[in-house]
C-alpha cells in the first residue's frame, strides 16, 4: 500500500478520499501518538486547527476538532487563516500541536490536512508513519474532566499580522501593490498587513466563497494579476496560492518573477545586512541552472536537496542556515518562522524594492533564467518512475544530447497522480522538443 502522508500531509477529494471519518481518526491518532512519545508529558495538551475558505473545510475542521477533543487536547478553533500563521501561533501561543486543513494550490473540491508540532515545525516522516499506524484502532478515551474542550480563537491573526510587520526592515510607503489572494487563506490578512506596513493596496481574488479557490486566480494563474499590474499602474503584483505558504511576483510590466527569482533577490540582500549563516541558500533540484550560476556569481553557495520545503528545511535546520526555498514560491526564512510564508516573503520582497528605491524587474536582472519547461504527465503509475529501463533509457539519450548545457528531472508528484518531466537547456525549443519526447515516453511506459 503507498503512504497515506505525502510531502505536504494527507491530501485528496474531499469526502471521497479525504472523509470526516478520516479526518477524525488521524486527530485521534495524531494525539496518540504525540501523548505515548512524551510530548504532552506534564501539562495539559493543546491544539491550534485553521484552515482555508473551502466549503468541505468547515466538515473537516469539525472532524479534526471532535477528534482531538475526544483524546483529551484543549483545541483553539483558528478559523480561516494562512498555513504558515498556524505554524506561527503553533509557536507563539506554546501548543503541542498545530493543524490546517488546506489543499493550497489544489482546486476546490480538494481539501488536505497538515500537521505542525510544538515549535511550530513539521512532523517528521517517522512521526507521520506511527499516525498512520495508528489510523481506526480501538482505543479508549478520557472521559470526565479528561475530555478537551473548544474554544474559538480568530482574533489571533492580530499577533500573526504583528508578526510580520516587526520583520521589515523599513516601510512600504510610496508602493503601490496588487496583491492576488487566489480566493484563499489570505484574502483579509495580505492586503491588510501590506496596507499596515505603509503601501497602497489594490487586492484581487479575495472574495472567497468556498467554492472559488485558486479558480483563476493566485500564484498558478497569474494572468490575471499582469492584467491588474498594468491597469492600476502599481510598481508590483504579489500572488498567493490558496493557502498563503507561497508567493511569486509580477513587475510593473507584467513579467512573471519566480521563486527563483525572489531568492536571488532575498539572498543578496540578506547578504549585504550579515543574516545569511555561511553565504548559503538552501534549494531543491527544481531550481533553474540560472539561479545557481548567479549565486556563484554571487559568491554565495547553494545546498541543493529534494523537492519539498520540508526537505529544504531539514537542510537549512542541519546545516546552520536561515534562507532557503523552491522555485514554486515557498521561501522560508529562518529567522522569523518555520515554515514558508507567503505574505512573510512578499512583504520583505517589496521592503527591497522600497530600500533600495529600485523597480522589481531591475532586481530581478541578479539572474538570468535558463528556458525550463515542464510538462506534468498525469493518471500514470508514478511508482514506477525510478524503476522504468524504458524511461531511464530515454532520460540517458537526452542528458546525452545536452551535455553540460542543461539537464533532466523526472519527478514523481508527492501530491497527485502524476510525473513531472523538466528540461533545461540553452534554447527553448531544445528543452521543449526533449520534454515533449520524454512525456510520451512516461505515458507508454509507466
Not at 489594490?202 to 485558486?214: F, H, K, R, T
Not at 486566480?217 to 503584483?237: F, K, P
Not at 518555520?338 to 512578499?346: E, H
Request: aromatic residues 4%; charged residues 20%.
Amino acid at each position: 500500500m503507498s503512504r497515506l502522508f505525502g510531502t505536504d500531509g494527507v491530501r485528496g477529494v474531499a469526502n471521497r478520499d479525504l472523509t470526516a471519518r478520516l479526518a477524525l481518526d488521524l486527530s485521534v491518532a495524531a494525539a496518540r501518538v504525540l501523548g505515548e512519545a512524551g510530548a504532552f508529558e506534564g501539562h495539559r495538551p493543546v491544539a491550534v486547527v485553521g484552515r482555508d475558505p473551502r466549503a468541505s473545510g468547515e466538515f473537516l475542521e469539525a472532524a479534526v476538532v471532535a477528534g482531538l477533543a475526544s483524546a483529551g487536547v484543549d483545541v483553539l478553533r483558528l478559523g480561516v487563516l494562512p498555513t504558515p500563521a498556524v505554524a506561527y501561533l503553533t509557536q507563539s501561543l506554546g501548543a503541542d500541536l498545530g493543524v490546517m486543513l488546506s489543499a493550497s494550490h489544489n482546486p476546490a473540491p480538494d481539501n488536505g490536512i497538515k500537521f505542525f508540532g510544538r515549535g511550530g515545525h513539521k512532523l517528521a516522516d517517522q512521526i507521520e508513519d506511527q499516525i498512520e499506524a495508528h489510523l481506526g484502532e480501538e482505543w479508549s478515551g478520557p472521559t470526565g474532566s479528561g475530555v478537551g474542550r473548544v474554544r474559538d480563537a480568530q482574533g489571533e491573526v492580530e499577533s500573526y499580522i504583528a508578526h510580520l510587520l516587526s520583520t521589515l526592515p523599513c516601510s512600504l510607503d510610496g508602493l503601490r501593490v496588487v496583491v492576488d489572494c487566489a480566493h484563499g487563506a489570505a484574502s483579509g490578512v495580505s492586503p491588510e498587513a501590506m496596507r499596515r506596513a505603509g503601501a497602497s493596496v489594490v487586492a484581487i481574488g479575495a472574495s472567497p466563497d468556498g467554492l472559488n479557490i485558486n479558480d483563476g486566480y493566485g500564484s498558478t494563474h497569474l494572468d490575471a494579476l499582469r492584467r491588474a499590474v498594468i491597469e492600476h499602474g502599481a510598481d508590483v503584483g504579489i500572488a498567493h496560492d490558496g493557502d498563503a505558504d507561497r508567493c511569486l511576483a509580477v513587475t510593473a510590466t507584467g513579467e512573471a518573477i519566480d521563486g527563483d527569482q525572489i531568492m536571488a533577490i532575498l539572498a543578496v540582500e540578506l547578504r549585504e545586512a550579515g543574516r545569511l549563516p555561511g553565504d548559503t541558500v538552501v534549494a531543491t533540484v527544481m531550481s533553474n541552472l540560472g539561479f545557481k550560476i548567479a549565486m556563484r556569481e554571487e559568491g554565495l553557495n547553494v545546498v541543493e536537496t529534494t523537492v519539498g520545503d520540508r526537505y529544504v528545511l531539514e537542510a537549512m535546520k542541519s546545516g546552520g542556515y536561515a534562507f532557503g526555498g523552491e522555485q514554486s514560491g515557498h521561501v522560508i526564512m529562518l529567522d522569523h518562522a518555520t515554515t514558508g510564508d507567503g505574505l512573510l516573503t512578499g512583504l520583505h520582497l517589496l521592503a527591497t524594492v522600497a530600500g533600495r528605491g529600485r523597480p522589481l524587474d531591475e532586481l530581478a536582472k541578479v539572474m538570468t533564467r535558463l528556458p525550463q519547461v515542464l510538462v506534468n504527465v498525469k493518471n500514470v503509475d508514478k511508482s514506477r518512475a525510478k524503476t522504468s529501463a524504458e524511461l531511464k533509457a530515454a532520460v540517458e539519450t537526452a542528458e546525452a544530447e545536452l551535455g553540460d548545457t542543461g539537464r533532466v528531472l523526472i519527478r514523481p508528484s508527492g501530491t497527485e497522480p502524476m510525473v513531472r518531466v523538466m528540461v533545461e537547456a540553452t534554447y527553448e525549443e531544445q528543452a521543449r522538443a526533449l520534454a515533449e519526447r520524454l512525456a510520451e515516453v512516461v505515458r507508454s511506459a509507466l
